[in-house]
């Protein structure tokens, strides 16, 4: 019971740094276009500017962010549920974790 304690303890630690990697996420947003190329420059850079926008910031963070801040939360969850159990629920313990996960499966884009 030692060993599976110790992994928990491991699992709950790993849980609140992905947590606070996603609460960081906000420190690689791009900004509006507002704060980027002089409106009055070349047109290409304003336009690159606002995808990275639309992009980064509106897709590309967001979507990490919540996927870090959910495993982090399952793994801190995980790690309290089972913490007084023994050794014979780690196979309700994995089932547990990866039900809460979800898939890891990345989606084609349809064309």
């Known amino acids: ?15 609140g740094e992905l947590n606070d990697l996603g609460s960081k996420m906000v420190d690689y947003l791009i900004g509006d276009t507002a704060q980027g190329p ?3 420059g070349m047109s290409s850079a304003f336009v690159a500017v606002d995808i990275s926008h639309s992009l980064v910031d509106r897709s590309l963070i967001p ?11 399952v793994m801190v969850g995980i790690a309290r549920e089972y913490r007084d159990q023994d050794e014979r629920n780690v196979g309700a313990l994995v ?6 996960l979800g ?9």
């Open 1 to 15: 019971m030692a060993s599976l304690n110790a992994d928990l303890d491991v699992l709950a630690r790993l849980g």
């Open 38 to 40: 002089n409106p009055d």
């Open 63 to 73: 979507a990490i962010q919540e996927r870090l801040s959910e495993t982090g939360d």
């Open 95 to 100: 089932n547990a974790y990866n039900t809460g």
């Open 103 to 111: 898939s890891w499966t990345v989606e084609e884009p349809t064309v």
